[in-house]
Every structure is written in C-alpha cells, then in structure tokens.
C-alpha cells in the first residue's frame, strides 16, 4: 500500500466503524426519541383504548373476546418490565421515557380495573384503593423529586406483579374454583398495595425532611462563609490603617532634592573658609 492510500484508509487516525454490532451497541447509537424503550411505551399506551374495546365488546361477556382482552392486556404488562430493564442496561433514559412509562403503566391499569367494575365483575371499592394508591404516590414522587428519587422497591415489583395477576385472572371468564382463587389473589394484591403505599409516604416524608435539613445547612454554611471574608477584609482594613499611622511616610522626590542641594552648600562653606 502507497503512502497516500495508507493516508486516506487511516490517516485520520479514526477508528472504522463495524456495519454489524451487538444489541448494546445499536441501542446506544439510537438513544433518541426513537429507540426501542420508548417504542415499547408507545405501544402500551396503544393497548389501553384496544384492550378496552375488546373487553367491552359485545357486553363485555363473550369468553372469546376476553380471552382476546386477556391478551392485550398481558402484552402490555410484558412490554412494562422490558422497556423499563431495555432504558436503563443500555442507557435509553429519556425525558419521554420518564414521564410516559408511568403514565402508560397507570393507564392500563386503570382501564382495567374501571371496566371490570363497570361490568359488575369487581367491586368498586377494590378499584377505587388501588387508584388512590397509584394516583397519591405518583403526586408525592413529584412533592419529593427536588429533593430526592423515592427508588422502586421490592415490595412495589411484588405489588405490580400480584395487581397483574389478579386483574388478568379477572379479564379472563373464570368460573369454579379458579374464581375463588382470583378473588384471593386480587385480596392479596389490594392488601400489597395498601402496605406499599404507606411505605412509600413514609420515605417521601423521610426524605423531603432530609432535604429541607441539608438545604438550611448549605444556606447557614453560605451566611457564615460571607460573613467570615467580610470579617477578614475589614480586619486587613484597620490593620492597614494603623500600619500607615505609625510609619513615617518618605518623600523620594525631597529625599533626592535636599541631597543635591545639600552638598553645593557644603563645598560654597569650605571654600569661603579656605580663603581666610
């Protein structure tokens, strides 16, 4: 190879980009507004109004279209743990992603539960905890972000997981023992959500406490800071002062006129006294 070939294949010192890749890399390289994350939050916020017109169809009783409804509504609930696990092992947090993941999760949710109630096949009381619940937490992780993240913990997944369940369980048209056992399932997740959700208010309060503390302190560290230069600055003043009161203060340009008249002076003297 000439050295003008070599130059133009790499003399730029660049790295040539390989056209194939591993999914980490393809991913990274989209962590716009169009990467697979958020795609996957798009297409569960397209499952709400499908998923509510197939379970609402024909008046909401025929097993098949439940079944049908039962799908959809599984696909989104499988869509909400990859996207969330997608955006944050390759780093495809956006600021789309963060306030439509939760809107998404809280729509189908709720779409769920407002509908099989509707139907008589769920109490309302059971629909309007769980509501309170995520519409009151998702409010106070907004009272607390200024301060802090209130993280996700393991009783909140295991409260997703059995709210998933439980509605799906009722989505599908059950009868015998396997109706019996929805119930008991959709108690345990209405019990999981209600201990969650005080767990939660416990954390903001903790933490909007710490917050407040830490933001008092950093403005008392500031005042004593700007107190402590104006202290330094006035006492470098008066020292100053003082300093220029007891030294005698010398004059250069007198200094060298006396001296240069001083000594025509001198030798004037000397010589009217020779002359005697």
């Not at 109004?49 to 009783?61: A, K, M």
């Not at 949710?109 to 509501?131: E, K, N």
Request: glycine content about 12%; some cysteine; hydrophobic content about 55%.
């Amino acid at each position: 190879m000439t050295g003008a070939q070599a130059s133009a294949a790499g003399g730029s010192g660049a790295t040539p980009t390989p056209r194939g890749g591993k999914l980490g890399t393809a991913a990274v390289n989209q962590a716009g507004l169009w990467n697979i994350a958020n795609i996957l939050t798009m297409v569960r916020l397209l499952l709400v109004p499908c998923f509510v017109v197939l379970l609402l169809h024909d008046g909401g009783y025929d097993p098949v279209w439940r079944a049908f409804a039962w799908a959809a509504f599984a696909v989104a609930m499988i869509t909400d743990v990859f996207d969330g696990h997608l955006a944050r092992t390759y780093n495809l947090v956006t600021d789309f992603g963060k306030i439509a993941d939760p809107i998404a999760d809280k729509a189908i949710m709720g779409a769920a539960l407002i509908c099989l109630s509707s139907l008589g096949d769920l109490p309302w009381w059971i629909t309007g905890v769980i509501l309170f619940r995520e519409l009151g937490i998702t409010l106070m992780r907004f009272w607390v972000i200024r301060h802090s993240v209130i993280p996700a913990s393991r009783g909140g997944k295991m409260k997703t997981l059995a709210q998933g369940i439980a509605v799906g369980m009722y989505v599908l048209a059950l009868t015998g023992p396997l109706a019996t056992l929805r119930f008991w399932v959709m108690m345990a997740a209405v019990v999981l959500t209600v201990v969650t959700g005080l767990d939660y208010v416990r954390q903001a309060v903790v933490l909007r406490r710490m917050g407040l503390a830490a933001e008092r302190a950093a403005a008392l560290e500031a005042v004593a800071a700007v107190a402590d230069v104006k202290d330094t600055v006035g006492g470098q003043c008066v020292a100053d002062a003082a300093g220029g009161g007891m030294e005698p203060v010398v004059d250069p340009v007198a200094g060298v006129r006396g001296g240069s008249e001083a000594a025509p002076v001198a030798g004037v003297r000397g010589a009217s006294e020779a002359e005697r």
